[in-house]
């Protein structure tokens, strides 16, 4: 059995009779109160976490179990969101599909257990004719009700050339996930763009007007302050996919709601910043007071899926503007940020090794507010096969769930763990 333990004072990492260490500093100041009206909601990142509690000097994460949530013959499983319903049974949500990118993908939802171990047969969430349906993500609400974010994915053959387009919307549960309401989209933009074309001059998709288009995508959960839902997403110009060296790279914008989700405002989040990083798959955590927290997966190469580390940066002012953002010492795509109520945070996420020839799905732990981070706690290995996307949960009795994709997409895993503190 394998134990993961981060604690204060240093950095190092050793390997000795079957026990894993990875230590950590810490800070020795507590962290701040919580700001008026945040909501402590699962699925939103913070695990319901009281942000008033000094995080504990150390943790350990020791692997209980694992078990297989969906293994549909035949099919690709994909992005899985996880959170706990008002009636204490769990909600989780993923995309289902013929691959990884194709008009087959539908959101699927599955009710668990409380104990994250045994889960009811899947059915269908939301599927749209003709549409990728991807990436979707779950919060329950201060009201009780489910949120889901997700985002519509599109291709056409236009002159020669493929035309993506994709979108984000975003879906209100009023009976705990069973069904959703109408969905309202997040940013501006259409599904389809008749007149579409390649400008000479900018070498940009333009729509029939000339406009440049641009879509977005999300790959986490809203947050709730108060009475306000914050979503954060990338993206930008759509791709021209026969110049990506010199198109323009991906942006972080978070979108803000103070009407329920009915009508959405975009917030830019360091648009100026080097502008041959692709800045992808935002996560956003608030920490307490007015410090936030948000990761990014980022890409230094001329595609979009290239190499590049995790970054992460930080507000101390409610999400309105960001520090620039440092690179952490790991490759990683699609953080989940979460805290647990005893104050430690967590980052989920795809790892990746240096070379890009082997993933993983792994977590890291902090014991001082996201300032450093532990070694990674891998979750599974996954060779030269797609895998990761994983989504984080407290359960009773100081346990952890981890919910994920398997090697190449076959099944939806979760992992137990237990943890421990001081």
Not at 46 to 55: C, F, I, S
Not at 313 to 320: N, Y
């Amino acid at each position: 059995m394998k134990t993961a333990h981060v604690s204060l004072f240093r950095a190092t990492v050793g390997l000795a009779l079957g026990l894993f260490i990875a230590t950590v500093a810490c800070s020795d100041s507590e962290t701040p109160s919580a700001p008026d009206g945040v909501q402590q909601q699962d699925g939103g990142g913070d695990g319901g976490a009281d942000q008033r509690v000094k995080p504990p000097a150390s943790i350990s994460f020791t692997l209980d179990k694992k078990v297989t949530v969906a293994q549909p013959p035949g099919a690709h499983l994909a992005f899985p969101s996880v959170v706990r319903r008002a009636d204490g049974k769990l909600l989780v949500a993923y995309r289902q599909g013929k691959g990884h990118v194709e008009a087959t993908g539908r959101i699927m939802g599955q009710v668990g257990s409380a104990d994250g171990l045994t889960w009811k047969p899947a059915e269908v969430l939301l599927d749209t004719a003709d549409v990728d349906d991807r990436d979707p993500s779950l919060a329950v609400l201060a009201s009780g009700d489910v949120a889901l974010t997700y985002f519509q994915y599109k291709t056409a053959s236009v002159a020669g050339s493929t035309l993506i387009l994709h979108h984000i919307f975003y879906c209100r549960s009023q009976d705990q996930g069973a069904s959703f309401g109408s969905c309202v989209q997040v940013d501006e933009g259409v599904m389809d763009a008749p007149g579409a074309t390649i400008d000479a001059s900018s070498k940009l998709w333009v729509d029939g007007q000339g406009e440049p288009i641009a879509v977005m995508a999300s790959s986490s959960p809203v947050v709730q302050v108060g009475t306000r839902l914050v979503l954060a997403s990338y993206g930008g110009k759509t791709l021209n996919l026969g110049t990506l060296a010199s198109a323009p790279r991906s942006r972080i914008t978070l979108y803000e709601s103070a009407d329920e989700g009915k009508t959405w405002t975009p917030r830019p989040v360091n648009h100026d910043a080097d502008k041959t990083v692709w800045q992808q798959e935002p996560a956003i955590l608030p920490l307490g007071g007015d410090d936030w927290l948000m990761q990014i997966r980022t890409s230094v190469q001329a595609s979009p899926g290239g190499a590049g580390y995790l970054a992460q940066a930080r507000s101390s002012d409610g999400g309105k503007t960001w520090s620039a953002f440092q690179n952490l010492d790991f490759i990683g795509h699609a953080p989940d940020l979460y805290r647990l109520k005893n104050g430690a945070l967590l980052s989920a996420y795809r790892g990746l090794n240096a070379s890009y020839s082997a993933a993983s799905t792994a977590f890291v732990a902090s014991v001082d507010g996201g300032k450093t981070w532990s070694a990674p706690i891998v979750v599974a290995e996954c060779g030269n096969k797609e895998c990761g996307y994983p989504s984080l949960l407290e359960l009773a009795d100081d346990k952890l769930l981890v919910v994920y994709y398997g090697a190449g997409g076959a099944a939806i895993e979760a992992a137990v763990y237990s943890f421990s503190t001081p």
